[in-house]
């Protein structure tokens, strides 16, 4: 058996300073009564979400969505400079999981991931919101 030695440098580390906090709204919403191409159209749903990511003061650098089908939901993802927003619609369900993530590296994002959230929300008009909120750091 052959003895092989590598040479390891140990590198001293200080404490973190957590400078990229984040805040991450998560929404079940049911009983969406809204305008069905939010629930059907991947076009017309990536293109309202992108909307609604400018009227918030975020920034957009990439999105995709996917419709399953005629009459069928649809997933879809903005990539954002600041983290995601991610979305999927059951419409035979009038169900939607909402998605914000926001990372406050070099600012407080959490007011426009807040107004983007509530945007969507207000579109999708659940009667039964079930919402949280969780802090990450």
């Known amino acids: ?11 001293n580390v200080s404490p973190i300073t957590r400078t990229a906090t984040g805040l991450h709204l998560i929404g079940d919403l049911y009983g969406c009564l809204c305008d069905s191409r ?4 991947a076009d017309y749903l990536e293109s309202f979400c992108k ?7 975020l920034t957009t650098v990439g999105s995709l969505f996917h419709s399953f089908g005629e009459g069928c939901g ?3 993802t903005v990539v ?8 999927h619609t059951w ?7 909402l998605d914000v993530y926001v990372c406050n ?6 007011p426009k991931a807040q107004k983007l959230f509530d945007d969507l929300q207000a579109a999708f008009n ?5 919402l949280h909120r969780v802090e990450r750091a």
């Open 1 to 11: 058996m052959l003895n092989h030695v590598q040479n390891v440098s140990t590198i």
């Open 38 to 41: 939010l629930m059907l159209d």
């Open 51 to 57: 909307e609604r990511v400018a009227a918030a003061g």
């Open 74 to 76: 649809v997933t879809g």
């Open 80 to 87: 954002l400079a600041e983290s995601h927003l991610s979305i």
């Open 91 to 97: 419409p035979e369900s009038g169900y939607v999981t």
């Open 105 to 110: 590296y070099t600012s407080n994002n959490r």
């Open 126 to 130: 659940p009667n039964e919101p079930h």
